[in-house]
């Protein structure tokens, strides 16, 4: 009877945190985990509200394209390959030099957006994908390879899951970073199977060696137009002979692999904990993650209704999970530009602190992606965080769009012991 009358009264506790407006503290979190940061009119506007009716503006304000228009480069004819393998040595270093420069324009136009876009979830969100699905430019050596995959992660962003990972697949430039493009049946290329196996979906210890050989096999003949670099599929590369996956024998190909991925508990679960661990806390629930991965496997992998689940989630809003999560250097970085509406004309130096700090866009480290949480923390990247606040809050242009503003003196105020207090390292 006691413990009934508990549970009720939990109940009646619950219901009323839900409809009680989430206050500037609330409006803070809430913002700060699903975007970048939130300017004082962000949080004004979001703390009258309860929590359903701010997790769902925000989901409702989401966009599948950026606002603002990509570098003009990105509308060049794609340089194929072969002709740059065959450039003599100075020709190879001035292209060199080049995609540099565009990588470093490519970097700092996606910063802007994530600094200037009304919908930061949906470049959260972005953001998110690029790290799941890992891709350098080191390796691609186009950036306009590099953007279209860019533009395959926001349009899908809060979209499916199930049409993102089938596109994927054919992404030009994961076809280069996972070697896919010249996978062909003479010789199966593993490295795309794999990864989509123990990065993508499954997680490590729930497939097999023979699985990823026989996948290799399904994904042939997926590939690029040597000139456009845009998708092509190459009948003639592909092996239509039977293959056995994950206990399932077929003619499969590479769309059949996937939905035999989709098919199974562990990918939703897998995904599932990776959000988790990006919205919520460092400690998943793991009764609560299998509950949330079985309800989106059942909705086709549609992503809004889990991101509305895991944001109204009790443990979201628990006072224990505020100030848990580090701050990526791209989140600390975009975060304090977007709270204090900083709005420098030259993000390069902003670029290049990402950078230094561990998280170089459109560069991560390897497959994996950015490990991420208390690893972005040690002696040197803590000082360099610390530098990089106290140049921001110093001058130039900052400086100078601040003291236009009316409440400069409260801000300025609010600077100094953001930059002194180890908290502005977490979210």
Request: with cysteine.
């Amino acid at each position: 009877m006691l413990k009934a009358l508990l549970a009720a009264l939990a109940s009646v506790v619950a219901l009323a945190a839900h409809a009680a407006a989430i206050g500037e503290e609330g409006a803070r979190h809430l913002l700060g985990r699903a975007g970048f940061g939130a300017s004082p009119a962000e949080v004004a506007a979001y703390a009258p509200l309860d929590r359903e009716t701010a997790v769902d503006r925000l989901l409702a304000g989401t966009h599948r394209e950026a606002g603002l228009a990509p570098p003009a480069f990105i509308a060049e004819p794609f340089q194929p390959y072969y002709r740059l393998r065959a450039m003599d040595a100075e020709a190879r270093k001035a292209a060199q030099k080049e995609l540099f420069r565009q990588g470093l324009a490519l970097r700092e136009w996606w910063l802007r957006e994530m600094i200037l876009t009304d919908s930061p979830l949906t470049e959260r969100m972005t953001l998110f994908w690029h790290n799941h699905f890992a891709t350098s430019q080191q390796k691609v050596r186009s950036s306009q390879l590099m953007y279209r995959q860019n533009a395959l992660l926001r349009r899908e962003a809060l979209g499916s899951f199930a049409r993102l990972l089938h596109s994927i697949a054919r992404d030009p430039a994961m076809l280069v970073w996972l070697d896919n493009a010249g996978n062909r049946k003479q010789a199966p290329n593993e490295n795309f199977a794999r990864e989509v196996m123990e990065l993508f979906t499954l997680g490590e210890g729930h497939y097999t060696e023979q699985d990823v050989k026989e996948a290799a096999r399904a994904f042939t003949g997926m590939s690029l137009d040597r000139d456009t670099g845009e998708y092509r599929w190459r009948p003639m590369w592909h092996d239509g002979g039977e293959k056995t996956v994950l206990g399932k024998t077929g003619r499969f190909d590479g769309d059949d692999v996937i939905d035999l991925l989709l098919a199974r508990p562990e990918t939703a679960e897998f995904v599932t904990t990776k959000l988790w661990l990006e919205f919520v806390s460092p400690t998943p629930d793991a009764r609560e993650v299998k509950r949330l991965a079985a309800a989106w496997r059942a909705s086709g992998y549609e992503m809004k209704p889990l991101l509305r689940a895991l944001l109204l989630d009790e443990a979201f809003w628990a006072p224990e999970s505020r100030e848990r999560l580090v701050k990526s250097p791209v989140d600390l970085v975009a975060g304090t530009l977007r709270s204090y509406e900083m709005r420098p004309m030259d993000l390069r130096p902003a670029v290049v602190a990402c950078a230094a700090l561990g998280q170089n866009l459109f560069g991560p480290p390897n497959v994996k992606g950015w490990p991420g949480g208390e690893r972005w923390i040690d002696a040197s990247t803590l000082l360099g965080r610390k530098q990089w606040l106290e140049r921001t809050f110093r001058g130039g242009d900052n400086l100078a769009a601040m003291r236009a503003m009316d409440d400069y003196e409260a801000r300025a105020d609010r600077a100094r012991e953001w930059v002194s207090d180890a908290r502005y390292q977490l979210k």
